[in-house]
């Protein structure tokens, strides 16, 4: 059972590249979630996925954007990325019930020069 | 949206010795879940404990929804235990927040 995978595990972009996080369950969970943790600092939520087909922004969408493919898999675009964009991404899954846990991927560390 | 704070941000602790590490969050929440983030930056699910008290080993966790904080307790501590623990809160389908986290630092 692999829970949630993402990929890559590490990328160096240079500024102005575009470049998509791949994310995938397989838990059967309806959320899921992409974070981006700067040095030092916690997890702040970039967008989040209630369940298939819906998406919303979180703290901080701005130079993002998602798609939710299907139940399983939820991406992450950078259209243009900038060096402030350089942080360590993880996703996320959890079910919408009670008794139910978040699960988390092990991260993508991105890097832009 | 709902604001989460942990203290203390720091902590550093002889091997042996017990601590306390405190979240508070602002409104009220129907999944609150402890993480530790390790040295190699992996998330840890620690415990699930939208209310009541969890055990697991030398780890237990409190919460008390009504006053919107929880606890954890780390007894007879291990220079394994160090990292950053994180709160983190929620409702069902909707988002999930991170608190700053605490940094543990257990000394040999």
Request: glycine share 8%; proline share 5%; charged share 15%.
């Amino acid at each position: 059972n692999a829970g949630v995978t993402q990929t890559p595990k590490f990328q160096v972009l240079k500024t102005g590249q575009s470049m998509t996080l791949q994310c995938a369950q397989d838990m059967n969970h309806n959320s899921m979630y992409w974070y981006r943790q700067d040095p030092g600092m916690g997890l702040r939520l970039i967008y989040y996925s209630a369940s298939e087909g819906t998406t919303d922004k979180g703290e901080v969408p701005n130079g993002y954007n998602v798609s939710r493919l299907n139940k399983r898999e939820f991406s992450l675009r950078l259209e243009s990325a900038a060096p402030s964009q350089t942080s360590v991404y993880f996703c996320a899954s959890s079910a919408p019930y009670r008794n139910t846990e978040a699960f988390f991927g092990q991260g993508t560390r991105l890097t832009v020069v | 949206g709902i604001q989460v704070e942990q203290s203390p941000p720091d902590l550093i602790l002889q091997e042996g010795a017990n601590s306390t590490l405190r979240c508070n969050f602002s409104d009220s929440v129907n999944n609150l879940q402890w993480f530790h983030q390790n040295p190699w930056g992996q998330l840890i699910n620690l415990f699930y404990i939208p209310s009541g008290t969890k055990q697991n080993g030398r780890l237990s966790a409190t919460t008390v929804a009504t006053e919107r904080y929880s606890l954890l307790y780390i007894s007879s501590s291990q220079t394994t235990d160090s990292g950053v623990y994180f709160c983190a809160v929620g409702n069902y389908g909707q988002n999930f927040v991170f608190g700053p986290g605490t940094r543990l630092s257990v000394l040999p």
